[in-house]
């Protein structure tokens, strides 16, 4: 069978109280419910690999620089490995390295629903970030075996590699090719983003986790993806809410801007006879910023090269990341549009902004504009939104309506490339100042294990919805 | 005796023709002519360790990439003690790995007079920037040699360490500990400016160069420096001009300037809510270029780190340096004064230039800036600058008048510290478009040849002036 799900079930050898999901009354599945001590230790546990930035006292309070494929993403996907193994899983790692682990139900000839996220960090983020939906699907499985109980059909937990792009800079990399969105190929060769040459591939290869199965929905598929994900903005907080329902994800595009002028002198060379590529570079962020501003979008640039790179010659070469996101596909395009139209002649010497007043003008620069990454707007699936809805209600009790709101993610997830594939949706939990990619980000432990309790019970609940 | 002079004349066996410097007439004098082809092939030579691009087709055109004490700067270091102790000088080196080399005159209890520069390169350097000055004085060494010339008093070739300051970021690092005006311990500790651990003194070891000579004035004096370099800026090219008589260097100022803002997720923080270190990092380089052009000095970014470099989290931390330059000490110091008053405002939120229209207003950051190097105002000694220009007539003939030009120069040079400790002068030749810092910079070698005969002549003419 696919996935090395055999016809077996969960328990080799049923128990006296064994509890199938269709038979238990709303009270009974209600009733299972996440351990919070132990999510949080099994959590707190993982992050010895990779640990980041301290920023308070507490053992716990440091972030997370994990990145993906490194010796320590490494060691947290063994631990994913054999923990999931040990509660009775099979573990299947496909050619981009994720991970999925299935613990079978009463009927194993239908795809498991799984809950997913991925381990891998930013080099500057926190313990909550993927690693928190990881977790809590570890947790459900715990839940699962301890209450001896038995899904209609099986359920699984997978990391997704390189979720983050932030090494390999393409997000969402690997569910991208499982989705078929990414050709393998392209994923395989993309080059860490410091200098170095390890590709994914390589390093792929070199932690052991270049799996043979094929990273493709056809071979491991999926009856539902469910992800619990802190929003890592600010909303829920603001608003007093314990539980964000995704009803989607924002459009973005990341682009490569290369901005060529020549390397002189700096003592030497007077304004108007430089092509500095820096001061150029500068003005396209500024712009960037002006035209996110008027289009209600957002333009981020993150890694910034440039060459020589010396105190005394001016830059005759910059390259910079671009990253634009807005709710539609529409005002992202228009946004690359806009880029595409006014950043040539900015180089050129043209004042769109009266960002030349009062400063010399030198020589004309080139710009080249290269798109790396598109991910549409995303709309999850109504079907796995309804489980989020009520597993929520069943999860925060009386005072639920107040405590629930429907919302848009601003990042990307693997729940994106999943959703072209499989139905699927997501669960957030506010994350302290809405902070994210950072070492400070939080998430509060009542909050994480909200957000486990409405995971475990949306994909019970979608298992019984199944059929 | 110091510097390893003898007494011993620079022949041990005077051959019937010895030429002395103070019995030979104006004509005889003159007459004494540097070898183009010899000191352009030793030239290009040299430059086999550490080649750079290529620019264009003949085998030497290509620029240098050959940073202070890295392995192909042994490399041409070792060239360069060979040779001069194949010539007959004696080498000493100090502890900053600065070389010298002296040729006996006839009384050799005075200090000699010098001709000095650098080996090493710009990491897209070229390849005449130092080493064209560097070759003249071994140039001048043959001359001597080949027809028998004794002078009054010895006279010797120094190859200062990391004049560039590209990779150990202080200009005129060694020259500076030479003159007393940088300590050691500072110059010793110097870090390289690309992630590594490297510092000077730990390169010098490495390579062979950390000398036991005391690295001062006191311990290795000198009765005068001359230094031939090419212009790196346009002035004698455009005036038609073959050498210009250096009067002076400009003053000028290395930062470092950080911006700390908060690392962010780029998805999921609105532009109002970020705290966006790279984009302040761009306000404060376009408004250092309009208080630049507002106070006719020059502003200059060549390097900028950010972190944490990835696509998707806003940057926190940005840190450049900044190179101020201007003619006169009281402009650059007014330009500190006025980056010290703009950028931490800026950095606040407020809008100086109007660079903020149009743009969203995020959260306030904060600046530091440090000074890290500071070079005053340079003015040169008349009497160099009279053995320079009586140098110039007697190498340029009778149009000479035409072709001689007196000038400031741009950029920082090892003269700059010597002249703090004995009379000194520079001369200058014209490079191609005035580029430098720049694998295509580029002299004419009928340029090189008479910059290397107006070193010679400055040299023989200040020897016969002592006394
Ligand atoms: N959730 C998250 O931080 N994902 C990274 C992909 C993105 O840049 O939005
Ligand atoms: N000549 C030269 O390029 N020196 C480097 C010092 C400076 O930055 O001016």
Redesign the interface.
């Known amino acids: 069978a696919t996935l090395g799900i055999t016809t077996q079930r969960a328990f080799s050898s049923s128990p006296a109280c064994l509890l199938h999901t269709r038979e238990m009354n709303e009270e009974q599945l209600s009733s299972l419910r996440v351990d919070q001590e132990r999510l949080m230790r099994d959590l707190h546990y993982t992050c010895q690999w990779g640990t980041g930035e301290r920023w308070g006292e507490a053992p716990t309070e440091t972030g997370m620089s994990r990145l993906a494929l490194s010796d320590t993403d490494k060691q947290a996907r063994d631990w994913f490995v054999e923990t999931a193994k040990e509660l009775g899983c099979t573990v299947t790692v496909d050619e981009m390295g994720n991970t999925f682990a299935v613990r079978p139900g009463l009927s194993n000839d239908k795809p498991p629903t799984f809950a997913g996220s991925h381990l891998d960090t930013?080099?500057?983020g926190g313990r909550y970030d993927g690693i928190l939906g990881v977790h809590a699907g570890v947790e459900m499985l715990k839940v699962l075996n301890d209450n001896w109980v038995e899904t209609q059909y099986p359920v699984g937990v997978v990391n997704w590699t390189n979720e983050?792009?932030?090494r390999f800079?393409m997000?969402m990399s690997s569910s991208g090719v499982w989705a078929g969105s990414i050709p393998l190929e392209t994923a395989h060769n993309l080059r860490e983003?410091?200098p170095g040459t390890a590709t994914m591939a390589s390093e792929l290869s070199r932690i052991g986790y270049l799996g043979t199965t094929p990273s493709s929905y056809t071979s491991i598929p999926m009856a539902a993806h469910f992800e619990l994900h802190i929003?890592?903005?600010?909303l829920l907080e603001i608003a007093n809410k314990k539980i964000g329902v995704v009803k989607g994800v924002?459009a973005?595009k990341?682009l490569t801007i290369k901005v060529k002028g020549?390397?002189?002198?700096?003592?030497?060379?007077?304004?108007k006879?430089r092509a500095?590529a820096?001061?150029t570079?500068?003005?396209l962020?500024?712009h960037s910023?002006?035209l996110?501003?008027?289009n209600n979008a957002?333009a981020?640039?993150?890694?910034?090269n440039?060459?020589?790179?010396?105190?005394?010659?001016?830059?005759?070469e910059v390259t910079f990341?671009l990253?634009i996101?807005a709710p539609s596909d529409d005002t992202v395009a228009k946004m690359l549009d806009l880029v595409a139209r006014d950043f040539p002649k900015i180089a050129a010497g043209e004042d769109l902004?009266?960002?030349n007043?009062?400063?010399?003008l030198g020589l004309p620069l080139q710009v080249s504009i290269t798109q790396d990454f598109d991910s549409p707007a995303t709309f999850f699936h109504p079907q796995c939104i309804e489980a989020v809805t009520q597993a929520s209600h069943a999860a925060l009790g009386p005072d639920s309506k107040n405590l629930i709101m429907e919302m848009t993610?601003?990042?990307?997830h693997d729940s994106v490339y999943a959703s072209k594939r499989c139905p699927t949706s997501m669960i957030f939990v506010p994350c302290r100042e809405?902070?994210?990619?950072?070492?400070k980000e939080f998430c509060k432990e009542e909050d994480c294990a909200i957000g486990a309790q409405v995971l475990l019970q949306s994909v019970l609940r979608f298992d019984r919805m199944r059929e």
């Open positions: 930013q080099p500057t983050e792009g932030a800079p997000s983003v410091h929003e890592q903005g600010p924002q973005y990341w020549r390397d002189t002198h700096t003592g030497t060379t007077d304004l006879s500095d820096l001061l570079a500068s003005k962020i500024l910023h002006k996110a501003t008027a957002l981020s640039t993150g890694i910034l440039l060459k020589p790179g010396s105190t005394n010659t001016v830059p005759g990341s990253d996101r902004d009266g960002l007043v009062g400063c010399t993610s601003g990042a990307g809405g902070v994210s990619h950072n070492p």
